[in-house]
């Protein structure tokens, strides 16, 4: 079935680091990828998404880029920020949503 | 527009007992999903609802779990009974359309069995 693996975590970086968290996925479909982040105390919110091959999400400093031929979706960010600090959650939409088991990213002042 | 709401944000039950969640989704979404983390691993799928009819549920882990959305709005999930290894966070999802639009998740309820 269709799956996703993304980089085991935590992940901890200084302020103003470059930050990948790498993603992969499998499919049978051609699905929409996205990033979803969960901040301290607070729910599941959609960061970034991309609907097809060679797509670009990005949103508040983070982008990804739907690589078909690596099956890929990796997330950057040139500048981290404190307020980064969150689980950051792979995932992959044909018709119900498959997450990554997410990576915990704690960015030190 | 209200988000998808859920309900109560945190419960804490002895093993046994049994739990009723609560899941607001945006007025309108056609498309319900629950889907479960528990601790530290991958937020896996449970079920999804069109309208109140249950379209896939071939994520629910056993017969102590009951979706039911009737009305083809709000939609709860009970455990019954809860055993320890159902603690986790609960999402629920709704979207307008299935395939791969955007879902919109809530804030999820942490329920803790002891």
């Known amino acids: 079935g269709d799956s996703v693996t993304q980089m085991e975590g935590p992940v901890t970086l200084s302020e103003e680091a470059f930050l990948t968290i790498n993603c992969t996925y499998t499919?049978?479909?051609?699905?929409?990828l996205f990033w979803y982040v969960q901040y301290p105390g607070e729910g599941l919110q959609l960061l970034l998404k991309?609907?097809?091959?060679?797509d670009k999400g990005s949103n508040k400093g983070f982008e990804a880029t739907y690589r078909k031929e690596t099956t890929s979706f990796h997330l950057e960010k040139g500048s981290v920020q404190v307020s980064d600090s969150a689980v950051y959650f792979c995932?992959?939409?044909?018709?119900?949503?498959?997450f990554g088991k997410g990576t915990r990213l704690h960015i030190l002042p | 527009e209200a988000g998808v709401t859920q309900f109560p944000s945190h419960s804490v039950i002895e093993k046994g007992q049994t739990v009723t969640l609560r899941c607001d989704p945006i007025?309108?979404?056609?498309?319900l999903y629950w889907y479960r983390r528990v601790m530290g691993k991958e937020i896996k799928f449970l079920l999804h609802?069109?309208?109140?009819?249950?379209?896939?549920e071939s994520g629910m882990p056993n017969n102590r779990f009951l979706a039911e959305r009737t009305g083809g709005t709000y939609s709860t999930l009970k455990v019954q009974p809860a055993e320890l290894e159902d603690s986790g966070v609960y999402f629920c999802?709704?979207?307008?359309?299935?395939?791969?639009?955007?879902?919109?998740f809530g804030q999820g309820t942490r329920l803790t069995v002891v």
């Open positions: 995932a992959i939409r044909d018709d119900k949503i498959i």
């Open positions: 499919a049978t479909g051609y699905p929409s």
């Open positions: 991309a609907t097809k091959a060679d």
């Open positions: 007025s309108g979404h056609d498309n």
């Open positions: 609802f069109v309208k109140e009819s249950k379209q896939d």
């Open positions: 999802a709704s979207s307008s359309h299935r395939g791969n639009t955007e879902a919109f």
